[in-house]
Structure formats: structure tokens, C-alpha cells
């Protein structure tokens, strides 16, 4: 594993540790042992095309960033690398087949993985133990394994699920002011108020939400009003209930039935605070009572850098799964 | 109000009415005590651009058909037209400022009225009586009036409400197909046959919906099916059973409390038949005790020819509203 580097001791053979998701791409590189040694971000997300995930379009961003990684931390030719990619199920043909390609010719690197952003996640929260990770910003999925496979559920997108999501939350905070707008059973005078204050009389609310591409993101903004107001307002509280519930739904169809299976939460949703936070806890503890509620280690990128470290190890043991975690032949072994 | 046509008696002074949605244009010239003559139609909808609904546009479609409605019928002169329109409220400015002047300018017409889709509806289903009208198909919206004033609920779009309408059942049906898919509580084995066999793998269905520009219609499309398992599935039965409940909250919302309110359907999404009706009847029953069903006269192109009918007539007798029933001052007289 150390024959790029032959000066090197084993210890000091490098790698790379890549999250990438609709928000850009961050790149770690570290070295077993010493763990992340720097770390670099870019803020333009890799772009999906008639093949899906592009994988020269990550080439022509990763490759100076490791450079620059490379001449902070003097790590320079690191032999491993994981990408975890939003959307590596249904979009990761071509990187599947070109990215440890690309890797190895550009970068030198022998030893690739490729994971879904959904295993980043677990990684980085739980580390390879069994049990289920809630991860929700705008979207929401739950992942789960026993460790002999990956189980996932939702992450379907906002018109056809993510239930529990910043958008679900937000787009029903949004038919409960409007419910209360028109005179509707179900509807909720605060979260009116709050939805005219941020974004103005109601009835130019469809011109200014449809049109966009963004539509998610716009919904997922309301979601904090529906917190603020769920101590005084019961449609609020309600919501957010029913929010708390679909995530438990979504966890208990991942989690192990059998052994000690651990439950964690990543993501920026869990930033609400106990308004969600209460009647989740709730809501876990009754459908997963087998389940032990821990706190996440870490982010995406962390769970990305831990794999990584084993890969360099060679001591991974997680289940492999082409379109969840997916380690080809190594190149030039 | 027959100076135009000199010769003519007053009976033979004739009307446009015409009917402005998203699948086209329809325009019918008659007689006031003939009812309509002959129609005509387009499917280019009429464009909306930074000024709303564009009144030029409509003006080239309806100048043609409204000759070779003249050449048919020998009415050469109307002297009124009724223009319906889906988006007046929202999206009618220009059309309120600019199109009275160019039908007088380049028909001819001296009394016209814009009318919100909702308002045609309406008056196609009850006429001018105090009431209520459920108008669904893809999207969802109640319109109701004592005659003093107009009411409308709901009719915010897909990701806002049209609860109930045809994209909220098929939505609902994808939500239950998918929650099936992943082994989630709610989910529908029957639905995710009929899914998997409309969209082929679910894996895929995101792909195949989030790049439409017709989301909505999508989502709609799978609203039969849910029905077709009605019978048989207790959670598509759930689903338009819940969707039944939110049309009565609509309706409940417009509807006059006091009186004898009428209360009628229109639209294409009751065509679905009894898996939706016979909850709907139960749901308006406990809701609308004091309203009366009835079925629904005509479509909203029947309201605006009845409209048509009494302003030139001169017994226009509905609540004026400029976003629901807006009649200008007469060009020329």
C-alpha cells in the first residue's frame, strides 16, 4: 500500500475523504492514525447530466484542491480515496464505471470507494455498529443495517415523500396558514401571520413559489415558524407531531429488530430543537424500544474520512452494495 | 345596445362567451333567447407572461375564431362578451386594463365581463342562486356566494393545497406505494403494483418526475388508479376518503350558513365515480346540513354563455368582485 511512497513508513500512507452533495463538495486529507490533517470546500455542486453524476466535473474540482491539501500537509500522494456522493443510487452509473479510473490516473490513488451520501451519514453517526441513523435537512432518509446490509427508507423527494423533512414541515405549516386564510377547518392564525410576514399576502404566494426551481428549499424555510410557534399553537404542535411520527416510521422500517441496535440524528432539521426533538424522542421510544438513542459522531464528511481510514487499514468491514458502498478492484494492484 | 346593427331586432343582438384555461381557449357566439349558436376552439392556452395573463395573445386567437363564428351563424356584430378566465384574480391586470378596450377597438363589443374561472364554474353549475361549487380536477377549489359577495377556498396549487383535487389523490397513492416499497407503516401493496406498473421501478419515478415541467398533471394521473383500488385497499380507500373530508372543508368554507344553499360538483376528477362520490355525499351531508345537492348544470363555458346572456340583456344580477366579476364601464356608449 506504501509503493508510491517509498520513503514513507505505513503509517504515513495518506488518503482522501470527499462529500459531495447539493450544496459543493468538501475534500479532507488525512492519514491513519493522525486522522484529518486539512480540509478544502468548494461551494459549486457536481453537476448531474444525461449520464447522472458527473465525474470529470468532480475531477476538474478535486484535483487542485488535493494539491493545495497536498502542499499544506505535505501528504502527496495519497493511495486511498472515498467519495460520498448525493444521489450515488440512481445516478452514479458513470462514476461507478469511470471515477476510480480517473482516481488512479490523475491522482495516483489504488484504493477507491464510492458511498452513498446516505452511508457517509451513518458512518459519521455510528460508526460500524448496527443500528439506524435519521438523517434530515430539506430531505429526510433513514438508513439503517445490521451490518451484513444496508436498508433504506424514504428520501423520495418532496412531492413524493421525505415526510417528516424541513419541506414537509414547512409545506404544511404553509396549507395551515392558508387553511386559516380561507376559513378552513385545520388552519392556524399564527402560522398565517408568520407566513405574511416572510412572504407577503398570500394570495401572490403561488407566484412566487411555483416558478422557482428551487421549491424545496423555499418550503423548507418555513419549517423554523412552524417551531416557533408550537408552544402556543396546537396546528403547530401538530405538524411537527406528525412529522416527529413519519421519521419514526421511517426509522423502524431500517433499524434491526434484533440485538442492540443504536439510533442517532444528523442533519440540519435536529437544529429545531425540543419542539421536534420532544415528540421524536417520544415517538422513537415507542416503536424501537429495542433501539438506544446515542448522539451522532459526526457529519457526512467525518463518516467519509472514517471509511477512508479503514480502507488505507484495510480493516473495512461494512456491507458492500453497489449503489450503497461500493470498493472496485484496486487499480494498478 | 343594437347600434352596431342597425337592421337587427333586439333580440338578434349577439354575444361572445368564452372560456380561458390551462388546456385552450373555447369561444361560443348566441343569441340572447337562442342560448348558444355555434363554438369553436383552440388548445394553445393562452400565455402568461411578466404582465400576467396577456391580452394581445388571447386577442389573436379570438379575432379568427370569432369571424369564422360570423360567417357560420350570421351574427357579425356581438355587442357583448364574456371572457372567463383561469389566473383573473392573480394574474388579470392586464386583462382588466387592456382587454375591454381592444374587444371594443377590434370587435366591436361595447359591454364586456371578466369573470375568474372559479365564477364560471359557478354560475355554469347553479346559475344566479346562493350556494356552493366544488370545481376539481387536476387542482381543487370551492367557490360559494349568498349573492352579495363571492367566497373562494383553497385553489393554491399542488404543493400548497388543492386538497383533495386529483394531484393530492395521486400524491397520496404514490406516498402509499412507496411507503410499501420501503416497508414503512401506511403503505399499499395493491398501489405499488399499479405504481411499479404506470412507472416502472420505483428506484426510478423520482427521475421521471422532478425534471417535468408538469408535475401536477403527473401526479394526477396516477389519481385513478387510487380509485380502482378502492374497493379492495383500506388505505386507497383511506386516501379519498381523507380527500372527500378535505373538499367538504373547502366547501364548508364558501358555502352561505344560513337560507338554502345549493351545492353541485363540477370538474373532471367526479368522473372517478362512486370510490370517491359516496364518501364525498357523506362528508358534504354531515358538514352541509343545510345545503341541498344538486347536479351541476353545465361547465364553466355553459356559465360564461349565461353570463353573456344577461348583460346583454341588461339583468346581470351577481356580486361585482374586479378579481372575481369584473364588468367596466361600456366603450362607446
Redesign the interface.
Known sequence: MTGRAPGGAQEETGFLAVDSGGSGLRVVVGVPGRGALAQRSSKEPVRTGSRGIDPEHLMRQLVPMAASLAAETGVERPTTAVVGAAGL???GDALRAELPGLLARELGVRSVALAADAVTAYVGALGPRPGAVLAAGTGLIAIGTDLTRW????G??????D?GSGAWIG?AG??AA??AH?????GSAALLARAEEMFGPM?????R??PRTD?AAV?ASFAPQVAACAADDPVAAGVLRAAARHMA??A??VCPASGEPLIALTGGLFKMGEPLLAPLERELTARLPQARRVAAEGDPLHGSVRIATELARGTLDLPMDEKMLYVPAEHGS
Chains 1, 2 share one sequence.
Open positions: 443510487a440512481t445516478l436498508r433504506r427508507a424514504d423520495w423527494g418532496h412531492l413524493l415523500g415526510c409545506r404553509l396549507e392558508l387553511r380561507d376559513g378552513r377547518d385545520g394570495p401572490e404566494l403561488p407566484g413559489l411555483y421549491r418550503l416510521e421511517s423502524a422500517a
